[in-house]
């Protein structure tokens, strides 16, 4: 089973600000992952998916990359309603597996 | 618009069974994987299982496959999770999730979610 550890666990951040979220994954999933975001008493929402590509209607300010099995996902400058969980998702072996998030908090 | 409306969750006893439903709209359910993600209170999420159009394929995860099925009747747009011997640990809310588009293992649309809790 493929772990994935996101870090940090919190991230405090004022709006405006540049967010950076970590996903590392414990061996290659190629580019197989993506990004949801889900706010409190809600579902998640995916945000990116095959580490880069928004999916549709998420605003340009989100955006994902990778190196090796490193994956980031950078919020240029958070908006108000940006504040929520984070988690990654990898699709390139069954189980499919979740990181275990990353809070991105208002400081 | 695409909904999905999760029911059938509630209290049940470890051991016991139970049977969740996800009711499909606002989209070709026939042909579109549905998995089910389950989150723990006050966890992260884990995905449970999936279905895939045409074939009918299914995966599990480890920690429920030989006690959990997944089905779906397409005439109904339906998909379902039928839970056996259950477990504390099961104790989450069950989303279910459509494939998205091209690409069936990630989750373009989700339920609002049906808590399921097992306890004694």
């Known amino acids: 089973e493929i772990v994935l550890t996101q870090s940090p666990a919190t991230l405090s951040l004022s709006p405006g600000e540049r967010a950076t979220l970590s996903c590392r994954a414990s061996?290659?999933?190629?580019?197989?992952l993506a990004w949801y975001q889900q706010k409190p008493g809600q579902a998640p929402r995916l945000l990116i998916y095959?580490?880069?590509i928004r999916a549709t209607g998420i605003p340009a300010r989100f955006s994902g990359s990778v190196s090796g099995t490193d994956f980031t996902l950078t919020i240029s400058s958070l908006e108000p309603e940006d504040f929520a969980l984070y988690y990654c998702q990898q699709r390139n072996s069954w189980p499919l597996t979740f990181g275990g998030g990353t809070k991105v908090e208002i400081k | 618009e695409v909904q999905l409306l999760e029911s059938g969750g509630g209290l049940v006893q470890p051991g016991e069974s139970l049977r969740v439903s996800c009711a499909a709209s606002?989209?070709?359910?026939?042909?579109?994987?549905m998995s089910w993600v389950r989150q723990a209170p006050r966890k992260g999420l884990e995905w449970v299982s999936i279905?895939?159009?045409?074939?009918?394929?299914?995966y599990y995860s480890g920690s429920v496959e030989g006690r959990f099925t997944i089905s779906r009747d397409n005439s109904k747009n339906t998909l379902y999770l039928q839970m056996n011997n259950l477990r504390p640990e099961d104790t989450a809310v069950y989303y279910c999730a459509r494939g998205g588009g091209h690409i069936p293992t990630y989750f373009d649309y989700w339920g609002q979610g049906t808590l399921v809790t097992v306890s004694s």
């Open positions: 095959d580490a880069f």
């Open positions: 606002g989209f070709t359910f026939s042909n579109s994987a």
């Open positions: 279905i895939f159009s045409g074939s009918g394929n299914t």
């Open positions: 061996q290659s999933v190629s580019s197989y």
